[in-house]
């Protein structure tokens, strides 16, 4: 079941939350608590306050990276190093100009030995990663928007063949890129017993990027409840009202637990009492 805890800055989401995670954990549920990176000690700290020693240990906490890692470690080993900034750079900018003067890609090939192309490809592969997208969907994409499009097939088709060729090339070395590392965990987590019956709690969070979105998926799939704090007081306001891009975060969750016939409880806090004046 997912839940989501509603309400704007002050209104005690957090506290709400945490209350939910002392019942499971007090109750002997495997709990496990996800916020983003820069907010997991200050988070720690908070819930060692409330569970004391004995309760916080029982927990497992931390950020999507520090869940991505373990999950790498005890379920789904990666046996080749991470490439780093140097050697993708390197890699790909031998890359191109082998694509270029092969005559490989149809759109970019005038641009792909031209020096202001390398870092535009790398920030565009880094992104790609990050979304959780793969070779194969572009190529598809291609094929899709050939007939409509077809400026933007030839694009789309040669960024899929850079991208398929810059894993190739990757793995051919006995490396990886680190940006996909949530990709494969997300895979290696699907249906095994990393997630199964856990209960877990996000919170901090105002949007997702497509690499924890196919966490997420999973974690719908295979948790026992899922519980994440919003910071909104309507879901289902009108486009461009205060907190769209949570709003479309809230939304899009809520399909996600529909296409996995779960039932979604909104919790709604209106109480603004973190800014009350001492009486």
Known sequence: MLHLILGGAGCGKSEYLIGRIQSAAEAGKPVRTLVPEP??????????????????????????????????????????????????????????????????????GAQAEKPSFLPEMLAQLDELMQSGSEPEDLFQAAADTEQKNGILSTKLYD??????????????????????????????????????????????????????YLMLDVMLRDAAEVWIALRSDDIDAPDFTRFDAVNQTARRLRRMAKEHNLETETVSLTEQYRFHEPI
Do not use: C
């Open 159 to 212: 960024i899929a063949r850079i991208y398929a060729d810059y894993l190739t090339e990757l793995e051919a070395r006995g490396m990886r890129d680190a940006l996909r590392d949530p990709v494969h965990a997300a895979a290696a987590a699907d249906g095994s017993w990393f997630l199964r019956g856990a209960h877990i709690f996000l919170d901090e969070f105002e949007s997702f990027t497509g690499d924890q």
């Open 39 to 108: 907010f997991t000690y200050s988070y720690d700290k908070r819930l060692y306050a409330a569970l004391g020693a004995v309760g916080f240990n029982a927990l497992k906490t931390g950020s999507f990276k520090m869940l991505t890692e373990e999950i790498l470690s005890e379920i789904a080993a990666v046996p080749r190093d991470a490439a780093d900034s140097v050697t993708k750079t390197v890699i790909l900018h031998s890359l191109l100009r082998k694509l270029a003067k092969g005559n490989v890609l149809q759109f970019y």
